[in-house]
Every structure is written in C-alpha cells, then in structure tokens.
C-alpha cells in the first residue's frame, strides 16, 4: 500500500463522516420541526374557541406527533408530545399503551412514571386510578404525589365502607 492509496482512504473516510454528521443533524433538525409542530398544535388545542378548531389543532398535533415518533422513537420529547396528542384526542387508552412500554423499558426515569400517572388519572376507570396510587412511590412530581396521596386515602374509605356493608355515611334517625 502506498503512501497516497492511505492518504485517498483517509480522506474519503473523513468525506463520510462528514456525510453522517450532515444527515444526523438534518435527522436533528426535522425530528425538532416535528416534536415543535406537536407543542404548538396541542397549545392550540387548549386555547381553541370552537370544536372546529379544536378537532383542527388535535389533528395537527397528532399528525406531527406520530411523524416525530416514527423518527426518533427513542427521544423523551417525542414521545412525551405523542401521548399528549394521543390524550387530547380522547384516546387515553392508545395513550397509555403508547406509553406503558416506556415505563417498563426506562423504570428509572420519574417522569416516565409522572406522564404514566397522570394518563391514568385521564382514564379515570377504577382500575386506572389504584394503578395511579400505586406510581406513586416513583413519581417526582410533589404536586402530583400529594394528589396520587388524597386518592389513595379516598380508595382506601371506599374499600372500608365496601367492605362494612355501607356505602357512606350512617343515616341520621329522624326526629
């Protein structure tokens, strides 16, 4: 091998790194596009004045949202916008779907668990809101935890009276 055969796979080495670092920061670029699109199509939502608007707004949110997802399935912003939109289109259940594996695969992150919670409060079943109470150990919000708290405490009565046969308080006797 001669001097200049190195020099040339060199230089076209560095000629296709150059290339990856071009397309990873367009992938950048577009990935942020995307996940800013969703932001502001959920603000959006939340101010529209009619249905129209509203049905408007979600659909653009959920739109960017999943193109964002589908670009960096891994990037904590996307995915965050993607079960918002996904919530502001009623579909709390594809939220939490969407989401569920998240917790499982990145159970270290609090926020994960905060998101998780608070899509589950959405729901609202039974079901979802003991599963909320029992986030509570691993959610970071402090506002979200004194309200994951009031809840348990609630459930906790209910079960209690459940289980004594009464379903609140006793009836006073009539004068």
Known sequence: MTLSTILSDCEA??????????????????????????????????QARSRAELSDAVLSALYFSREAAALNPYDAEARYVRAEALAAAGRVGEALD????????????????????RLLLLEGSRR?????????????????RRRLDRLGRSLSRRAASAAAGTSGPAAKPSK
């Open 13 to 46: 080495a560095i000629a296709d790194k150059a290339l990856q670092r071009d397309a990873t920061q367009e992938d950048i670029a577009a990935l942020d596009e995307r996940i800013s699109a969703a932001r502001a199509a959920l603000i959006q939502a939340g």
């Open 98 to 117: 969407f989401w569920r594996p998240i917790v499982e695969r990145e159970f270290w992150n609090g926020a994960n668990h905060d998101e998780y919670a």
């Open 128 to 144: 979802s809101l003991e599963l909320a109470v029992r986030e509570k150990p691993f959610v970071e919000d402090p506002a979200l």
